[in-house]
């Protein structure tokens, strides 16, 4: 998967807790804005030595999931959530229509652009979008068996064929569709991006104390590019046949 060429497109929307300086702290203290609830910790570590792995464009968010949430359509209350998890956000509970609108321009628009741009700038080549997302090892009180979650919005059929290709050596708890669904809300990027393009799709959720480290960061990208190639490598040898 290398040259100019590139097979597969990643994406991680909230690879970022970064709050612009107008809207201060939302509210939130400290540990808020560090803690899940503003972004996926250790996502974008993972996306980038994917990126280079499979040499492949990466599109990644710059800003809170708290700001706008890249993963959801305007009309989604998680999009500017007015609660999350435990958290009230403040800054959220009572926007104008103006200010939605300029959240809405100022960051879902230009992050749906460039990733459109990247996958028609590619489209030749590109067979496959993955989106990167990690999530807690504990949720309201519960702990989270699973450890590596793979997840299909609208097409299926990558998400079915990885866990149908998973190798004995993948040292996680892997599970599909765990800890979030479609159902949860969690893939429109997936069927507002690949679905009208043709490309296949999945996202893969990874427990954020697994990515904590340069080498976790490694650790899993080791784990999952082998994994992606050799899945993809199954529809390119039926399309061959």
Not at 16 to 21: E, F, G, L, Q, V
Not at 200 to 216: F, G, K, S
Request: proline share 7%.
């Amino acid at each position: 998967m290398a040259g100019n060429a590139p097979k597969v497109v990643l994406v991680c929307e909230h690879a970022s807790n970064r709050i612009p300086a107008f809207l201060g702290d939302m509210g939130l203290g400290a540990e808020a804005r560090d803690s899940h609830i503003a972004w996926d910790p250790g996502a974008l570590a993972v996306a980038r030595m994917m990126s280079a792995e499979l040499s492949a464009p990466l599109v990644h968010g710059g800003v809170s999931r708290l700001v706008y949430d890249c993963n959801r359509p305007p009309e989604a209350p998680g999009a500017m959530p007015v609660r999350s998890e435990d958290y009230d956000i403040p800054a959220n509970a009572q926007m104008s229509d103006e200010e939605r609108q300029a959240r809405i321009h100022g960051v879902y628009d230009p992050f749906r652009q460039a990733l459109s741009a990247v996958i028609d700038r590619n489209r030749a080549s590109l067979e496959l979008l993955v989106t990167i997302h990690s999530f807690t090892p504990i949720y309201h009180g519960q702990k989270r068996q699973v450890e590596l979650g793979i997840l299909h919005g609208v097409d299926d059929r990558f998400a079915t064929a990885m866990m149908a290709t998973k190798a004995v050596e993948n040292p996680y708890i892997t599970r599909l569709n765990e800890p979030y669904s479609a159902k949860d809300g969690v893939a429109h990027t997936l069927d507002v991006q690949a679905l009208p393009n043709g490309l296949l799709n999945v996202m893969i959720e990874i427990r954020n104390d697994l990515i904590r480290t340069p080498q976790q960061h490694a650790t899993v990208t080791n784990c999952l590019v082998p994994w992606i190639k050799r899945t993809l490598a199954t529809f390119e040898e039926r399309a061959a046949e």
